[in-house]
């Protein structure tokens, strides 16, 4: 039998599981929610909507757990070793052969099919992880900053209200953002946002992103905010490369729901402020589900040495039925 390997992306706003051949087939694909166990509805939803997904995409091959060659679960919040005896307990009875990692690792191949380097993934919110000579260390559960779609939008509305207070820049957003929580002022949206039982969160945020990002040719504020973002990307991809020992020029592949196209705003800001800083790294930005470099690191890591061809083959398949 051909053999079959198994990745899994989980996020904050949904999660992907995948099956591919040694060649870059893509056999099975399945596509839930969120497979975080940090977010709102705790690890045990979060342990479901991942099992289900494996469930899912396995029968869709016909396959058995035991019929995996090797599987990579890259998933948003392993960030402490808790974190990952949690999903070893959950996911070791059930493979023989596998790795658990937070969910920044899995765009790195996209990168660099050896896997050095380092991934800037802005979607829901961000993740940062490197992959060197010294060691591997993901960022995301370092990150204080407002970073992603829900970070840059949980800072515009920061923006609005100083602006009411008196304490910032008049804005665009205090006439844009209130219609778009279905209320007509900005204490009107600050009382929904934050009252009591309130249904807010990170996907519910980062879903606004478009408008905020809408506004940075007309709106001082908003330009600054973006500007700001890349500034503390630049920071951490300057952190990633000194911890894990990686020599220049760095490359550093972005990707994510944030940086859609290669114009994305956020990502020519962080362009521009890694020229002006003359760092030395090769930055590419990827239309790449993080899925793909996910299932290159399954092959990898099962003794299959990704190829350039391979990785096209998954990233076309994927975004056809993605």
């Not at 209130?178 to 934050?194: G, K, N, Q, R």
């Not at 061809?309 to 039925?321: G, K, N, P, Q, Y």
Request: hydrophobic share 45%; proline share 4%.
């Amino acid at each position: 039998m051909t053999d079959v390997f198994l990745a899994v992306d989980a996020g904050n706003t949904k999660t992907w599981a995948g099956l591919t051949t040694a060649d870059g087939e893509l056999v099975g694909l399945a596509r839930g929610g969120v497979g975080d166990i940090y977010a709102p509805a705790g690890a045990e939803a979060a342990k479901a909507v991942v099992l289900g997904l494996v469930g899912d995409v396995l029968e869709s091959a016909g396959l058995r757990a035991s019929d995996i060659k090797h599987a990579a679960f890259r998933l948003a919040g392993v960030d402490w070793p808790a974190d990952a005896q949690f999903w070893s307990a959950t996911l070791e009875p059930r493979f023989s052969d596998l790795s658990i990692k937070n969910d920044g690792f899995a765009l790195i191949r996209c990168g660099r099919l050896d896997g050095q380097g380092i991934s800037v993934v802005l979607g829901t919110g961000a993740a940062l992880a490197g992959r060197g000579p010294v060691k591997e260390w993901a960022l995301s559960w370092w990150l204080q900053h407002p970073l992603g779609a829900a970070g840059l939008v949980g800072e515009a509305l920061r923006a609005v209200y100083l602006s009411e207070l008196g304490l910032g820049e008049s804005t665009k957003l205090t006439a844009v953002l209130p219609p778009l929580f279905d209320v007509s002022t900005p204490e009107e949206m600050l009382e929904l946002t934050t009252k009591r039982e309130n249904t807010f969160n990170f996907a519910t945020l980062a879903a606004h992103a478009p408008s905020v990002l809408a506004l940075i040719e007309d709106d001082a504020v908003v330009a600054g905010l973006v500007e700001t973002q890349a500034s503390r990307l630049a920071d951490y991809i300057v952190s990633l490369a000194s911890n894990c020992g990686l020599t220049e020029p760095v490359t550093v592949v972005a990707g994510g729901g944030l940086l859609r196209e290669p114009g994305a705003p956020v990502f020519a800001a962080l362009r521009r402020t890694c020229e002006d800083r003359e760092l030395n790294l090769d930055l590419r930005h990827t239309q790449d589900p993080a899925l793909v470099g996910a299932l290159l690191d399954a092959l990898a890591e099962g003794g299959v040495q990704p190829t350039e061809a391979v990785r096209s083959r998954l990233s076309e398949a994927a975004r056809t039925h993605g």
